[in-house]
């Protein structure tokens, strides 16, 4: 909604009908990537390509939020087994820092990076109009809607990204909670974090994600529970069933309401 402003104002509740509409629509694609073009569809005089752009920029804030804390929760948890994987994979302890040093600064880097990318983001502009050429003039046009936006109003967004994020992560621990997986609140949280970085990178669809979210969790959850002495097949039904309700709260709910609310979707316009 905050977004979208900038090339035509939207209403609260059209706004949460395009992101359910999105939701649907991305059930269907790799990584979710149909949510770009289901919520463009509540636009009634705006360019369609111009929202795609601006709801993929969103989706790149969201990325940069997951990403550093996600890098920031495997980090901790490399360390925290540090003496077990130097173990298993046959390394010293000189060589475990060295390589964990080097992987740090270049997940560091690559964060800066991206940062500056995204808040200079008519730089990318820029550099897609120097791409193209004079021929793809008609297609260069839609990415000057990158000049909108400032760099205060992204750091908003990035602090909107902030707040989706930490309602995610404390929904899951709570889930965890519920189905008697008893997890101190910070191990927790740098587990889930590692969880949700792993699932925006690994290539998958949201009907198969299930399966997919269930053992990673397993494998995260389970490593730290087994160091601590207390894995079972109850702990591990419970994080296979707390990964399976935040997937149901948050996925196919929603995919089923924004499936009902986009038939009422206008994908064509009548040229006028």
């Known amino acids: 909604k905050k977004m979208i402003k900038k090339i035509e104002k939207v209403r609260f509740f059209r706004a949460f009908k395009a992101v359910l509409a999105g939701v649907a629509i991305s059930s269907f694609t790799p990584n979710r990537i149909g949510e770009f073009l289901g919520r463009v569809f509540i636009l009634e005089k705006a360019n369609r390509v111009e929202g795609v752009l601006i709801t993929i920029l969103g989706s790149i804030s969201q ?3 997951t990403f550093i804390l996600g890098a920031t929760g495997i980090a901790i948890f490399v360390f925290m087994f540090k003496d077990l994987i130097t173990e298993e994979l046959g390394i010293s302890g000189q060589l475990f820092t060295w390589l964990y040093l080097a992987l740090a600064l270049i997940a560091l880097v690559l964060f800066a990076f991206l ?6 983001v008519s730089v990318v502009k820029d550099f897609v109009t120097r791409l193209l050429g004079k021929r793809w003039k008609r297609i260069k046009k839609y990415f000057r809607v990158f000049n909108l936006y400032r760099a205060r109003e992204l750091i908003k967004v990035l602090g909107y990204s902030l707040i989706r994020y930490v309602v995610y992560t404390l929904q899951f621990y709570l889930m965890l909670r519920i189905f008697g997986v008893e997890l101190p609140l910070v ?3 740098i587990m889930i974090s590692i969880i949700l970085f792993a699932i925006t990178i690994i290539p998958t669809i949201a009907i198969a994600e299930l399966g997919i979210r269930g053992s990673v969790a397993l494998f995260i959850i389970g490593t730290y529970l087994n160091s601590q002495g207390l894995s079972d097949l109850n ?13 149901l709260i948050n996925l196919a709910i929603p995919a089923l309401v924004g499936a009902i609310m986009a038939f009422n979707l206008k994908f064509f316009r009548k040229n006028g």
């Not at 940062?115 to 200079?120: D, E, Q, T």
């Not at 419970?238 to 997937?247: D, E, F, N, P, R």
């Open 63 to 65: 990325f940069l939020v």
């Open 115 to 120: 940062s500056m990318l995204f808040l200079k």
């Open 187 to 189: 191990q927790g949280l």
């Open 235 to 247: 702990l591990d039904m419970g994080i296979i069933a707390a990964s399976s309700g935040i997937w």
